[in-house]
Protein backbone atom coordinates (compact mmCIF):
# COMPACT_ATOMS: atom_id res chain seq x y z
CA UNK A 1 0.00 0.00 0.00
CA UNK A 2 2.00 2.93 -1.32
CA UNK A 3 1.89 6.31 1.15
CA UNK A 4 2.03 9.63 0.02
CA UNK A 5 4.85 10.02 -2.81
CA UNK A 6 6.99 13.28 -3.05
CA UNK A 7 9.47 14.21 -5.05
CA UNK A 8 12.04 15.37 -5.37
CA UNK A 9 13.41 14.29 -2.09
CA UNK A 10 16.20 17.02 -2.17
CA UNK A 11 16.48 19.73 -4.13
CA UNK A 12 19.33 22.51 -4.21
CA UNK A 13 19.30 25.64 -6.78
CA UNK A 14 20.30 29.44 -7.09
CA UNK A 15 17.97 31.87 -6.01
CA UNK A 16 15.67 33.32 -8.18
CA UNK A 17 15.11 29.88 -10.07
CA UNK A 18 11.98 28.55 -10.05
CA UNK A 19 10.96 25.03 -7.89
CA UNK A 20 8.22 22.97 -8.03
CA UNK A 21 7.65 20.35 -5.45
CA UNK A 22 5.54 17.12 -6.29
CA UNK A 23 2.99 15.13 -4.38
CA UNK A 24 0.73 12.24 -4.83
CA UNK A 25 -1.93 11.64 -2.39
CA UNK A 26 -2.79 8.35 -1.38
CA UNK A 27 -5.24 6.68 -3.82
CA UNK A 28 -8.82 7.43 -2.69
CA UNK A 29 -7.99 10.23 -0.14
CA UNK A 30 -9.82 13.85 -1.44
CA UNK A 31 -7.71 16.01 0.70
CA UNK A 32 -4.51 17.31 0.32
CA UNK A 33 -2.07 19.66 2.48
CA UNK A 34 0.68 21.20 2.14
CA UNK A 35 3.07 22.15 4.92
CA UNK A 36 6.93 23.78 5.32
CA UNK A 37 8.95 22.78 8.27
CA UNK A 38 11.82 25.42 9.94
CA UNK A 39 13.83 24.87 12.98
CA UNK A 40 12.15 28.56 13.45
CA UNK A 41 8.79 28.41 12.36
CA UNK A 42 7.93 24.64 13.18
CA UNK A 43 5.34 23.34 11.33
CA UNK A 44 3.50 25.55 9.42
CA UNK A 45 0.68 24.56 6.90
CA UNK A 46 0.68 26.48 3.46
CA UNK A 47 -2.38 25.47 1.80
CA UNK A 48 -5.33 22.24 1.54
CA UNK A 49 -7.36 21.13 -1.24
CA UNK A 50 -10.51 19.41 -0.96
CA UNK A 51 -11.33 17.49 -3.72
CA UNK A 52 -8.92 19.19 -6.16
CA UNK A 53 -10.30 22.61 -4.77
CA UNK A 54 -8.13 25.23 -2.93
CA UNK A 55 -9.79 25.53 0.59
CA UNK A 56 -7.64 27.52 2.58
CA UNK A 57 -4.57 29.47 1.25
CA UNK A 58 -4.08 31.39 4.12
CA UNK A 59 -0.37 30.06 4.68
CA UNK A 60 1.23 30.30 1.49
CA UNK A 61 3.72 33.29 2.54
CA UNK A 62 3.55 35.77 -0.52
CA UNK A 63 2.65 35.55 -4.27
CA UNK A 64 6.11 33.94 -5.47
CA UNK A 65 4.02 30.53 -4.12
CA UNK A 66 1.58 28.95 -5.40
CA UNK A 67 -0.11 25.49 -5.44
CA UNK A 68 -2.57 23.50 -7.89
CA UNK A 69 -4.43 20.29 -7.89
CA UNK A 70 -4.88 19.20 -10.99
CA UNK A 71 -6.53 16.18 -10.93
CA UNK A 72 -6.97 13.38 -7.65
CA UNK A 73 -3.61 11.93 -8.10
CA UNK A 74 -0.99 15.18 -8.48
CA UNK A 75 -0.19 17.99 -6.77
CA UNK A 76 2.14 20.87 -7.31
CA UNK A 77 3.43 23.81 -5.15
CA UNK A 78 5.95 26.14 -7.17
CA UNK A 79 8.26 29.23 -5.59
CA UNK A 80 9.18 31.54 -8.47
CA UNK A 81 11.25 33.16 -7.77
CA UNK A 82 12.82 31.20 -5.08
CA UNK A 83 14.57 33.15 -2.21
CA UNK A 84 17.39 31.73 0.85
CA UNK A 85 14.52 32.54 3.25
CA UNK A 86 12.59 29.52 1.04
CA UNK A 87 15.01 27.08 2.27
CA UNK A 88 13.45 23.95 4.51
CA UNK A 89 11.72 20.90 4.32
CA UNK A 90 8.25 20.66 2.61
CA UNK A 91 5.84 18.34 3.29
CA UNK A 92 2.41 16.95 1.40
CA UNK A 93 -0.21 14.83 3.46
CA UNK A 94 -3.39 13.62 2.40
CA UNK A 95 -6.69 12.23 3.92
CA UNK A 96 -9.51 10.15 3.38
CA UNK A 97 -12.74 10.82 5.63
CA UNK A 98 -12.66 13.79 8.02
CA UNK A 99 -12.43 11.87 11.28
CA UNK A 100 -8.84 9.94 9.77
CA UNK A 101 -5.44 11.09 10.86
CA UNK A 102 -3.35 13.03 8.12
CA UNK A 103 -0.48 10.65 5.80
CA UNK A 104 2.56 12.35 5.38
CA UNK A 105 5.33 11.70 2.64
CA UNK A 106 8.70 11.72 2.88
CA UNK A 107 9.29 15.64 2.55
CA UNK A 108 11.33 17.75 0.08
CA UNK A 109 14.20 19.44 1.50
CA UNK A 110 15.14 22.37 -0.70
CA UNK A 111 17.86 24.91 -0.45
CA UNK A 112 18.01 27.91 -2.09
CA UNK A 113 21.50 28.76 -2.01
CA UNK B 1 -9.20 30.84 18.56
CA UNK B 2 -7.45 27.08 18.08
CA UNK B 3 -4.09 26.53 20.18
CA UNK B 4 -1.97 23.25 20.63
CA UNK B 5 0.89 23.75 23.61
CA UNK B 6 3.51 21.54 24.34
CA UNK B 7 5.04 22.93 26.94
CA UNK B 8 8.65 20.78 27.16
CA UNK B 9 10.61 21.49 24.18
CA UNK B 10 12.96 18.66 25.26
CA UNK B 11 11.90 15.25 27.80
CA UNK B 12 14.48 13.23 28.79
CA UNK B 13 13.87 9.60 30.25
CA UNK B 14 15.96 6.48 30.81
CA UNK B 15 15.27 3.13 28.65
CA UNK B 16 12.61 1.07 30.72
CA UNK B 17 11.20 4.19 32.62
CA UNK B 18 7.54 5.44 31.87
CA UNK B 19 7.62 8.42 29.60
CA UNK B 20 4.90 11.44 29.32
CA UNK B 21 4.70 13.97 26.65
CA UNK B 22 2.51 16.55 27.46
CA UNK B 23 0.17 18.07 25.41
CA UNK B 24 -3.09 21.00 26.05
CA UNK B 25 -4.97 22.23 23.89
CA UNK B 26 -7.42 25.32 23.28
CA UNK B 27 -10.78 24.95 20.99
CA UNK B 28 -14.01 25.99 20.93
CA UNK B 29 -15.98 23.17 20.49
CA UNK B 30 -15.01 19.79 20.87
CA UNK B 31 -11.97 18.42 19.48
CA UNK B 32 -10.08 15.94 17.54
CA UNK B 33 -7.09 15.34 18.96
CA UNK B 34 -3.97 13.71 17.40
CA UNK B 35 -0.60 12.59 18.54
CA UNK B 36 2.59 12.12 15.34
CA UNK B 37 6.05 11.16 15.88
CA UNK B 38 8.75 12.25 13.86
CA UNK B 39 11.79 10.60 12.76
CA UNK B 40 15.17 12.63 11.44
CA UNK B 41 14.95 13.15 7.57
CA UNK B 42 10.99 11.13 7.61
CA UNK B 43 7.31 12.65 7.86
CA UNK B 44 5.17 12.83 10.61
CA UNK B 45 3.86 9.32 11.32
CA UNK B 46 0.54 8.52 12.82
CA UNK B 47 0.32 7.32 16.28
CA UNK B 48 -2.86 7.34 18.22
CA UNK B 49 -6.49 9.70 18.16
CA UNK B 50 -9.28 10.82 20.23
CA UNK B 51 -12.17 11.23 18.09
CA UNK B 52 -15.32 10.15 20.95
CA UNK B 53 -15.60 7.35 23.42
CA UNK B 54 -13.27 5.99 25.81
CA UNK B 55 -10.39 9.25 27.59
CA UNK B 56 -7.68 6.71 26.98
CA UNK B 57 -6.64 5.68 24.08
CA UNK B 58 -4.32 3.41 23.00
CA UNK B 59 -2.44 4.02 19.75
CA UNK B 60 1.22 2.30 18.02
CA UNK B 61 4.26 1.38 19.20
CA UNK B 62 2.93 0.80 22.69
CA UNK B 63 1.80 4.64 23.04
CA UNK B 64 -1.15 5.47 24.66
CA UNK B 65 -2.65 8.49 25.35
CA UNK B 66 -5.52 10.39 28.07
CA UNK B 67 -7.82 12.69 26.92
CA UNK B 68 -8.91 15.54 29.93
CA UNK B 69 -11.58 17.60 29.15
CA UNK B 70 -11.44 19.63 32.40
CA UNK B 71 -8.01 20.36 32.12
CA UNK B 72 -8.30 20.21 28.27
CA UNK B 73 -5.21 17.83 27.94
CA UNK B 74 -3.83 15.57 25.94
CA UNK B 75 -0.26 13.85 27.45
CA UNK B 76 1.30 10.78 25.29
CA UNK B 77 2.59 8.12 27.68
CA UNK B 78 4.78 4.67 27.38
CA UNK B 79 4.60 2.38 30.63
CA UNK B 80 8.23 1.46 29.67
CA UNK B 81 10.67 3.51 26.63
CA UNK B 82 12.96 1.99 24.16
CA UNK B 83 16.16 4.15 23.18
CA UNK B 84 14.22 3.91 19.58
CA UNK B 85 11.52 6.20 20.63
CA UNK B 86 14.30 8.80 20.54
CA UNK B 87 12.14 11.27 18.34
CA UNK B 88 10.53 14.46 17.41
CA UNK B 89 6.22 14.10 18.99
CA UNK B 90 3.76 16.44 18.16
CA UNK B 91 0.26 17.04 19.33
CA UNK B 92 -2.48 18.06 17.15
CA UNK B 93 -5.76 19.25 17.73
CA UNK B 94 -9.00 19.87 15.12
CA UNK B 95 -12.18 21.68 16.46
CA UNK B 96 -15.02 20.02 15.26
CA UNK B 97 -17.38 22.48 15.86
CA UNK B 98 -16.04 25.00 13.55
CA UNK B 99 -14.32 22.58 11.25
CA UNK B 100 -12.26 23.96 8.74
CA UNK B 101 -10.35 20.61 7.77
CA UNK B 102 -7.35 21.40 9.20
CA UNK B 103 -5.31 20.52 11.97
CA UNK B 104 -3.42 22.66 14.63
CA UNK B 105 0.11 21.80 15.45
CA UNK B 106 1.91 22.30 18.56
CA UNK B 107 5.37 23.14 18.31
CA UNK B 108 6.89 19.43 19.06
CA UNK B 109 8.72 17.88 21.90
CA UNK B 110 11.86 16.30 21.18
CA UNK B 111 12.26 12.74 23.23
CA UNK B 112 15.88 11.62 24.30
CA UNK B 113 15.40 7.69 25.90
CA UNK B 114 18.90 7.28 27.26
CA UNK B 115 20.29 3.53 27.16
Redesign the interface.
Known amino acids: DAGVIQSPRHEVTEMGQEVTLRCKPISGHNSLFWYRQTMMRGLELLIYFNNNVPIDDSGMPEDRFSAKMPNASFSTLKIQPSEPRDSAVYFCASRGQANQPQHFGDGTRLSIL | AQSVAQPEDQVNVAEGNPLTVKCTYSVSGNP ?1 L ?1 W ?1 VQYP ?6 LL ?1 Y ?1 TGDNLVKGSYGFEAEFNKSQTSFHLKKPSALVSDSALY ?1 CAVRDIRT ?5 I ?1 G ?2 TTLQVKP
Do not use: A, E, S, V
Not at chain 2, 41 to 46: D, E, I, P, S, Y
Not at chain 2, 99 to 103: F, I, M, N, R
Open positions: YFYNRGLQFKIFDTGKLFQG
